[in-house]
T-cell receptor, first 115, second 113 residues
Framework: DAGVIQSPRHEVTEMGQEVTLRCKPISGHNSLFWYRQTMMRGLELLIYFNNNVPIDDSGMPEDRFSAKMPNASFSTLKIQPSEPRDSAVYFC?????????????FGAGTRLSVL | QQQVKQSPQSLIVQKGGISIINCAYENTAFDYFPWYQQFPGKGPALLIAIRPDVSEKKEGRFTISFNKSAKQFSLHIMDSQPGDSATYFCAASRGSSNYKLTFGKGTLLTVNP
C-alpha cells in the first residue's frame, strides 16, 4: 500500500488567496483526520471524518477553513482567504475502526507558506 | 489547556546511551498512550503504545514506562543509535472518543555518533 498520499507537498501562496490541500487515505480505512503542525502549538487536530461524515470539527480555527470528504478515497482542506498565520505543515491521517482502530497513519504533509 | 506535557524539548545523547523522554497528563479518563516518531519531512508514525492496565511495555530497544498514580509515562530508548534521531511525540486518548489524540509538543532527539 502506498500509504496516505497528500498533495501538494509544498504550497506557497499570497495572503488572500484560496488554498486547497488534498488527501488520499489508505484504501479500506474509514476514518480520516486533518492536523496542523506548528512550532508554537505542536500537532492540533482540525477535523475528523468517519465514513465520509464529519464527526468533530471543533479544532477548525475559523470559518475560513473548510473540509470535505466526497468519497472514501479523497478529502480536501480548503482555506479561503489564506492569511500568513495559516503557515504550517498540514497532515492528513487515516485509520481503520476494524483493525487496530487507535493507530493513525499519517501522510508526509503539506508545508504551506502564506506570504 | 495543554493536557499532555512533554519534556525535554530537545535531547542530545551519545551513541549507545539511553534516551529518556517524559510525559505527564491531566485527564484521568485517558486510557491509551501512544508514542509517535517523526523524521524530517515525514509524517509522524506510531512507534509503541500502552494502556494503563500494565506498567511497562517493551518492543526491541523501545520501552514505555507507565505510572498511573502519578499520571506520567515515559519512553526509554536503549542503546540509542544515530538513526533514532527524530522528533518524538507522546499522545493520549480516552474511551469512546479514542480517535482524538492529544499530542505533547514533541522532543527533538539527536544521537551523536
Amino acid at each position: 500500500d502506498a500509504g496516505v498520499i497528500q498533495s501538494p507537498r509544498h504550497e506557497v501562496t499570497e495572503m488572500g488567496q484560496e488554498v486547497t490541500l488534498r488527501c488520499k487515505p489508505i484504501s479500506g480505512h474509514n476514518s480520516l483526520f486533518w492536523y496542523r503542525q506548528t512550532m508554537m502549538r505542536g500537532l492540533e487536530l482540525l477535523i475528523y471524518f468517519n465514513n465520509n461524515v464529519p464527526i468533530d470539527d471543533s479544532g477548525m480555527p475559523e470559518d475560513r477553513f473548510s473540509a470535505k470528504m466526497p468519497n472514501a478515497s479523497f478529502s480536501t482542506l480548503k482555506i479561503q482567504p489564506s492569511e500568513p498565520r495559516d503557515s504550517a505543515v498540514y497532515f492528513c491521517a487515516s485509520s481503520s475502526h476494524l483493525l487496530a482502530k487507535n493507530i493513525q497513519y499519517f501522510g508526509a504533509g503539506t508545508r504551506l507558506s502564506v506570504l | 489547556q495543554q493536557q499532555v506535557k512533554q519534556s525535554p524539548q530537545s535531547l542530545i545523547v551519545q551513541k549507545g546511551g539511553i534516551s529518556i523522554i517524559n510525559c505527564a497528563y491531566e485527564n484521568t479518563a485517558f486510557d491509551y498512550f501512544p508514542w509517535y516518531q517523526q523524521f524530517p519531512g515525514k509524517g509522524p508514525a506510531l512507534l509503541i503504545a500502552i494502556r494503563p492496565d500494565v506498567s511497562e511495555k517493551k518492543e526491541g530497544r523501545f520501552t514505555i514506562s507507565f505510572n498511573k498514580s502519578a499520571k506520567q509515562f515515559s519512553l526509554h530508548i536503549m542503546d540509542s543509535q544515530p538513526g533514532d534521531s527524530a522528533t518524538y511525540f507522546c499522545a493520549a486518548s480516552r474511551g469512546s472518543s479514542n480517535y482524538k489524540l492529544t499530542f505533547g509538543k514533541g522532543t527533538l532527539l539527536t544521537v551523536n555518533p
